[in-house]
């Protein structure tokens, strides 16, 4: 592999935003992300979450990631199960990135999927990025992403 992929981040990955910066997510419910299409991506796909306070010692956080054959369609889970749970917690849970990933994903589209589940009233500000390495052509010196 080229050491242009070491350099070129920029060219050489794909960045979706799935669940929007300032997103507040409340008690028990499940909130998904906005479809990231991953056509161009080659190998194992990557969910970057972020937490502000979580505010609620009972209240447990679940991140996951789910794909589909469509944008619209139904999303499941992906099958080695990228997920990371949050034990309830009144600060442990504040300000957090975890880091989930996937080698298995087997459709188009990806979504971020924050779970939350527990009592009291939280209010967890988050935000979720799909990340992946574009396809490689080409061989010797001449790789390129497409």
């Keep these: 592999m080229s050491s242009t992929f070491l350099v070129d981040v920029a060219n050489v990955s794909m960045v979706g935003a799935s669940v929007v910066p300032g997103t507040t997510i409340n008690s028990d419910?499940?909130?998904?992300?906005?479809?990231?299409?991953?056509?161009?991506?080659?190998?194992?796909?990557?969910?970057?979450?972020?937490t502000g306070n979580a505010?609620?010692?009972?209240?447990?956080?679940?991140?996951?990631?789910?794909?589909?054959?469509?944008?619209?369609?139904?999303y499941t889970a992906m099958t080695d199960g990228a997920l990371a749970t949050l034990a309830g917690s009144a600060t442990a849970?504040?300000?957090?990135?975890?880091?989930?990933?996937?080698?298995?994903r087997?459709?188009?589209?990806?979504?971020?999927?924050v779970v939350t589940a527990g009592g009291g009233t939280p209010s967890v500000p988050c935000a979720a990025f799909v990340l992946?390495?574009?396809?490689?052509?080409?061989?010797?010196?001449?790789?390129?992403?497409?």
């Design 106 to 113: 087997t459709k188009r589209y990806v979504k971020c999927r």
């Design 29 to 50: 419910t499940t909130t998904d992300g906005s479809a990231v299409d991953c056509l161009d991506v080659d190998g194992p796909i990557t969910g970057v979450f972020l």
């Design 55 to 74: 505010g609620d010692a009972s209240t447990t956080i679940t991140f996951s990631l789910v794909e589909s054959d469509t944008s619209g369609g139904t």
């Design 93 to 104: 849970n504040d300000n957090l990135v975890k880091v989930v990933t996937s080698a298995k």
């Design 132 to 146: 992946g390495r574009k396809k490689i052509v080409g061989t010797g010196t001449g790789y390129s992403t497409t």
